[in-house]
């Protein structure tokens, strides 16, 4: 089944200490980027991946790192996560930039 | 200010027909999208029209676009309590924009 797969769901964690939030696809698509949604805000753009070892930043990537190292992927870093970067996070991918996009089904974390 | 918008909330009757409204900004998008959030759950393509078209239509769902006006809707026939979401616009050019999403309420 075509999908892709973030972990974990949730997490509640603390100020300062560094968490990954990994994501996985199995479609061979070439496009992986990361949104968080909030509020009133819609999905905005943390980071993007064009192709393995190709990363570029998004419209809020501070605080934030990614990696891509295989094409299937993507991890979303916070190495001193704050309170403000509680929200619900979706990773996606798809074969082109332009194309339409596969969704994880979010992964909410909580900063205190 | 953002690149697509669209209205925050829509309610509607059980029955009647659901229009969510986006507008957006580069005329050289490719694609346009609508995507469908039920709670607790990611984004889930519902239709999506290339740009050269005005009108895609797919079972219960219309969707319209003026490329004069930057204007795009997605109209729902005969809207059902299972059609409550929130609904996205997203336009793509090198990657994709989205609006801050449309929330319609069925009411039975």
């Known amino acids: 089944e075509a999908q892709v797969t973030q972990n974990p769901r949730y997490l509640i964690t603390v100020t300062g200490k560094k968490l990954t939030v990994t994501c996985s696809q199995n479609?061979?698509?070439?496009?992986m980027s990361w949104y968080r949604q909030d509020p009133g805000l819609g999905l905005r753009q943390i980071y993007y991946?064009?192709?393995?070892?190709?990363?570029d930043k998004g419209d809020v990537p501070e605080g934030y790192k990614v990696s891509r190292k295989e094409k299937r992927n993507f991890p979303l870093i916070l190495e001193s996560p704050s309170p403000n970067q509680t929200s619900l996070y979706f990773c996606?991918?798809?074969?082109?930039?332009?194309?339409?996009?596969?969704f994880g089904d979010g992964t909410r974390l909580s900063i205190l | 200010g953002e690149d697509v918008e669209q209205s925050l909330f829509l309610s509607v009757r059980e029955g009647d027909s659901s229009v969510i409204n986006c507008t957006y900004t580069?005329?050289?998008?490719?694609?346009l999208y609508w995507y469908k959030q039920e709670p607790g759950a990611g984004l889930q393509l519902l239709t999506y029209?290339?740009?050269?078209?005005d009108m895609k239509q797919d079972q219960r769902l219309t969707v319209l676009l003026n490329k004069k006006d930057k204007h795009l809707s997605l109209r729902i026939a005969d809207t059902q309590t299972g059609d409550s979401a929130i609904y996205f616009c997203?336009?793509?050019?090198?990657?994709?924009?989205f609006g801050a999403g449309t929330r319609l309420t069925v009411k039975p």
């Open positions: 996606a991918s798809s074969l082109s930039g332009q194309q339409p996009q596969h």
């Open positions: 479609m061979n698509h070439e496009y």
């Open positions: 991946s064009m192709n393995v070892e190709v990363t």
């Open positions: 580069d005329s050289s998008s490719t694609y």
């Open positions: 029209i290339f740009s050269n078209m």
């Open positions: 997203a336009e793509s050019r090198d990657d994709m924009r």
